[in-house]
Every structure is written in structure tokens, then in C-alpha cells.
């Protein structure tokens, strides 16, 4: 869409409303702070907490099979040693007894070993149920504080919200009004200086938040409004003492009905 033709003084005005208007949404979303990627934080080590009990739980049952599986088998190898030393009476020489003693004796160490391994899966058990309270008392601490944060940011945001969306559609219906040469210098300059400040008025001589003073004779350039200069050191467009206080003043009107 083609732009209508402007002033420079209009293109300075336009710009630094621009600014007004994003510095007053940078401003409500540094309220915000790291408030939003707290959030996001805790709800990501709840869901990892809540995995984790998930696979604790399906490790328990997993030694739980295994401890039902000994049993049988210490239960089998019972049967078969009742078994062996009914046949060892019935036996007709010492060649056969001795083969069964043999079985006999394979399923005693059998039992044996079924048992010890009964014990290491108890102990398995006793070890993961002391993780699982602990990752219980944990995921309960994490919960408590996610809810806290969540409702901080909500708070905020019940707050805040409805001024920021109104602020961004402000800001995109003055976009709409400045050339699109200057919209994009305009987010570059933002995007590479501190605070997001683009646009910037003179104070004490100095482009605003530097130190470097401006040639007089850039000065009254700057203030005859005839042409869009920029700060050599930083790179942001600057705008006289005047025209910046007369429009925040118009601005501050503008955000106050918001």
C-alpha cells in the first residue's frame, strides 16, 4: 500500500510515537520478567518428575513379576526334591540313586539361588520406594510452586494483557502510516540497541542514554526538522527536546484510555 506523502517533521513524529508506543510494551512485558520461562521451567521438570514416578511405578511391578517367578520356581523345585526322594527309595542300584541325589542337590542350589535373588529384588524394592517418596515430595514441592508462579503470571497478565494487545495493534496501525524504508531501519536500530531505544530526543546536549555530545550545528539541524538524522556513535534517529515532550504528552493521553 502506497504511503502518502508526509513531512519530515510528520516522519519524526510518526517514529518516535512508534517508539513511545513499543517501549510502553517492552515496559509491561519486563514486569512480566522471566516470569513466562519460569513457568515453562517448572512445568517441564513437573512432567519429567511425573515420567519418572511412571517408570519407578513399572520397575516395581517389574521386580514384583520377578520375585511371583522365583517363588514358582522354588515352589517346582520343591516338588521335583519330594519327588526325586520318593523315587530314591524305590531305586535298583547306586547308579540310580546317586543320579537322583544329583538332581536333588541341583535343586537345593536352585532354591538357594531363587532366594537370594528374592532378596536383592526386596532390596531393589525398598531402594525404589525411598525414591518414589522422595520424587513424590519433590514433584509435591514443584507443583505447590508452579501453582504459585502461575498464578503470579496470570495476575499479571489480568492486568497487563488487554493494554498489551491494544498497545501492539496501536503500533501496528502507526507502521502502517511510515514508509516502509524507515519501519525497517527503525527495527534494526531497535534491535541492535540497549533498552530497544531507536528513537531518541537530545538531552544536555547529548543524544538520549549517551554521552557523546552533538555538534551545535547538529543540534539545529536536528531541531529544524528538515531532514532525519541519526546518532554517529549509536545509530539512532534523534528528535529535538520539544517535539519529544509534545508527544508524549500526546501519547501519554492516548495510553491513559487504553
Do not use: C, W
Request: no cysteine.
Amino acid at each position: 500500500m502506497a504511503k502518502k506523502e508526509v513531512t519530515v517533521e510528520q516522519k519524526l513524529r510518526a517514529l518516535y510515537d512508534l517508539q513511545l508506543i513499543d517501549s510502553r510494551v517492552d515496559e509491561i512485558r519486563n514486569v512480566r520478567g522471566e516470569l513466562p520461562l519460569e513457568v515453562e521451567d517448572l512445568e517441564d521438570e513437573v512432567a519429567g518428575l511425573n515420567k519418572r514416578l511412571e517408570k519407578l511405578t513399572t520397575d516395581l511391578d517389574t521386580i514384583a513379576d520377578g520375585i511371583k517367578s522365583k517363588k514358582n520356581l522354588i515352589e517346582e523345585a520343591k516338588n521335583l526334591i519330594k519327588k526325586y526322594g520318593e523315587q530314591q527309595k524305590n531305586v535298583r542300584n547306586n547308579r540310580e540313586y546317586n543320579s537322583l541325589s544329583k538332581e536333588i542337590e541341583f535343586q537345593e542350589l536352585e532354591i538357594q539361588l531363587a532366594e537370594k535373588h528374592i532378596k536383592e529384588h526386596k532390596a531393589q524394592i525398598t531402594q525404589k520406594n525411598e525414591i518414589i517418596e522422595q520424587t513424590k515430595q519433590k514433584l509435591s514441592e514443584r507443583n505447590q510452586h508452579l501453582s504459585h508462579k502461575k498464578g503470579e503470571l496470570d495476575a499479571i497478565l489480568a492486568e497487563t494483557e488487554k493494554e498489551e494487545q491494544s498497545l501492539i495493534a496501536k503500533s501496528e496501525d502507526f507502521q502502517q502510516e511510515i514508509e516502509e524504508r524507515l519501519i525497517a531501519a527503525y527495527k534494526r536500530i531497535r534491535q541492535n540497541v540497549k533498552n530497544g531505544l531507536a528513537v531518541v530526543p537530545i538531552e544536555r546536549g547529548a543524544s538520549g542514554g549517551s554521552f557523546f555530545t552533538i555538534p551545535p550545528q547538529v543540534q539545529m539541524e536536528i531541531a529544524s526538522r528538515k531532514k532525519i538524522i541519526t546518532d554517529e556513535h549509536s545509530g539512532r534517529i534523534l528528535v529535538d527536546q520539544e517535539l519529544a515532550r509534545e508527544e508524549k504528552e500526546k501519547m501519554q493521553a492516548l495510553f491513559s484510555k487504553l
